[in-house]
């Protein structure tokens, strides 16, 4: 019977997962897997394949994703590793902790329009900077380049580490630390072959976690730069939404399982290196 | 056509889709269809793709809200006639249209066009003047300036713009290549501007000069404030053209009401309004002759030099010129 009560009460969220994650997931796998006359193919991928702007834009997401998930996970260890070695409770933790949970969900349109608003053409930084003589556009740099919008993924990136990476650098027990040290260890030694072992797994787990995040992400893209950024998302939007091809929703929905599957990958490899972390830290 | 009149009247209800108000002067057609008929409109989606205007007609077969009428680039109106979505119509103006601009069963047919512009935000050029020809576009100048209004993947005026391009370099409408070229010698230069220029807030801060069709490429039709200073040029060369296509919903849940629009839009009214709105409407030609366009819009149309050579390319073309760039546009 409380089997039956516990059925019951997910109903209404298992009812929310069908309608908006399952029957679009069934909609585009189907898509891309049958032909306009609903017959079994994989001509679709092979056509998205064999498209060297399809996989311009694979490349181009992946390059994306790759810098700014290492880049975010390298600073937002560093940050979250300096908010743990301030006292608990004390008001730097306090203020990182919870910055970080109103940043890391700062994205897309409003973060774009900051980014323009600060770094645009016209932006508030820019012209301060040209008044100091450095033109940052004449040398090369531009808000809607993939520089641009990277430094604009790293601007969410490195406070969802924050939030992935300080539980894990919590878990660190200092009796280890001291264990070491008493040993006769050199406080390079016990980072070498404690603290590091003991975090990567959670480290590489985290940072996966960041690369699906860009991965996946788009409206700050496409408010920052529009569908002139060759990234997969803004392909799918041009094969489905654009005023340009025509009948092109077939390689739209092929490019979306293409995504599919890479998340999936990336979250098979999330799930193997979070069972390694567990290990140690509980 | 008083039949007509009395049935629309009776459904109460037109359904238009992806019609934005500063598009050609869609706002005023509307209103003023509106009041003359009586007639309720039901506008859904009005920045909506030609692609979701036809995604439309399919899905929402049968529904009450379901679009009357659509006005599509060419390659959809071609699409959507072969899948026989459209119910042929033709207007009592048909002679009027020029032949080359409508398909001869009346499926669909041309309604307005204009052709490709420089818009120049003098605010952001500063001393710099607006460009006149393509090869302008390379000075050095113009770093980081020219800008298109979107991907030409997605946005049609952009493949325009790469096209109008390739026809002023060696290229012809069955051979947008020196156009992709040409975006691509401007990137390396630094002077293309990789923002997608479509909306008015862009427009003022981020983009000195936008590739567009001239009739939405005006202060005006931008929405911009008076401080912004304005020019638009058509540049010399070759004029490169496109028209939109209007088509009747073969499911139009108000079919009576969907004639009575196609006959407002090409009644000489209808016409005038897309005329002042800074389009060339399909049947310009004709009005011309018989003196009924309004002069003052006329007149204020942006000068286009030879007007005779003007490319205007066919659906067949722009199969071949889509294909091309979605290959080798990055």
Request: glycine share 10%; charged share 10%.
């Amino acid at each position: 019977m409380s089997g039956l009560g516990g059925w019951a009460g997910i109903l209404p969220f298992a009812a929310y997962v069908v309608v908006f994650l399952g029957i679009p997931l069934y909609v585009v796998v189907h898509g891309s897997l049958t032909t306009e006359s609903n017959q079994l193919t994989f001509d679709n991928f092979r056509q998205t394949w064999s498209s060297p702007a399809y996989r311009i834009a694979f490349k181009n997401s992946l390059i994306l994703s790759v810098w700014t998930s290492i880049v975010g996970a390298l600073f937002g260890t560093w940050l979250a590793a300096a908010v743990v070695a301030a006292k608990r409770g004390s008001l730097l933790h306090r203020f990182v902790q919870s910055s970080s949970g109103v940043l890391a969900y700062f994205a897309g349109v409003p973060l774009a329009f900051a980014f323009i608003a600060a770094l645009g053409l016209q932006g508030v930084v820019t012209v301060l900077l040209k008044h100091f003589g450095i033109d940052l556009y004449a040398h090369g740099f531009t808000i809607s380049s993939m520089t641009g919008v990277g430094l604009c993924y790293v601007y969410f990136q490195i406070p969802l580490m924050v939030i992935l990476i300080t539980p894990a650098l919590e878990g660190l027990r200092s009796e280890w630390q001291e264990a070491a040290l008493s040993l006769g260890a050199s406080k390079l030694r016990y980072l070498r072959h404690v603290a590091v072992p003991v975090l990567l797994p959670s480290f590489v787990g985290a940072t996966l976690i960041l690369f699906g995040n860009a991965f996946s992400a788009y409206a700050t893209a496409l408010a920052l730069v529009g569908s002139t950024l060759s990234i997969v998302p803004a392909q799918i939007d041009n094969a489905l939404n654009g005023n340009v091809l025509v009948g092109a929703d077939r390689a739209g929905l092929t490019l979306g399982t293409e995504m599919i599957i890479v998340v999936l990958i990336v979250m098979v490899g999330y799930l193997l290196v979070q069972r390694r972390a567990r290990r140690w830290l509980r | 056509m008083s039949a007509l009149i009395a049935a629309a009247k009776k459904e109460g209800t037109l359904n238009v889709i992806a019609l934005p108000t500063n598009w050609a002067n869609y706002g005023v057609e509307l209103t003023t269809f509106s009041k003359k008929y009586g007639i309720k409109i039901h506008s859904e989606n009005p920045s909506g793709s030609s692609a979701q205007e036809i995604q439309a007609i399919k899905t929402s077969r049968g529904r009450s809200s379901a679009p009357d009428v659509v006005d599509v680039g060419g390659p959809f109106a071609s699409a959507g006639a072969s899948a026989n979505l459209f119910a042929p119509y033709k207007v009592v103006t048909w002679a009027s249209i020029p032949a080359n601009q409508k398909v001869a069963n009346g499926s669909y047919y041309q309604d307005y066009g204009g052709f490709i512009s420089f818009g120049c935000n003098l605010n952001l050029l500063g001393s710099t003047p607006c460009p006149t020809t393509w090869a302008a576009l390379k000075s050095s100048a113009y770093k980081n300036d020219v800008a298109l209004n979107g991907s030409p993947l997605s946005a049609n005026a952009a493949l325009s713009g790469v096209w109008a391009a390739a026809v002023n370099n060696g290229g012809s409408a069955g051979n947008i290549k020196p156009g992709v070229a040409f975006f691509q010698a401007l990137e390396s230069s630094g002077n293309f501007n990789s923002t997608d220029c479509n909306a008015a807030s862009v427009i003022a801060t981020s983009c000195p000069i936008t590739i567009n069709w001239d009739y939405l490429n005006s202060a005006k039709a931008w929405g911009l404030s008076g401080s912004t200073k304005w020019k638009v040029v058509d540049p010399a060369g070759t004029p490169f053209g496109g028209f939109y296509n209007q088509a009747v919903s073969k499911y139009a849940s108000h079919p009576a009401a969907a004639r009575l629009w196609e006959e407002f839009l090409y009644s000489t009214t209808g016409q005038n309004i897309w005329l002042e709105g800074g389009a060339r409407p399909v049947e310009l030609g004709a009005m011309v002759k018989a003196g009924t366009e309004n002069k003052a819009a006329y007149k204020a149309l942006p000068a286009v030099a030879n007007l005779s050579k003007a490319v205007v390319p066919n659906t067949a073309q722009a199969t071949t010129a889509s294909t091309y760039v979605t290959n080798n546009w990055h």
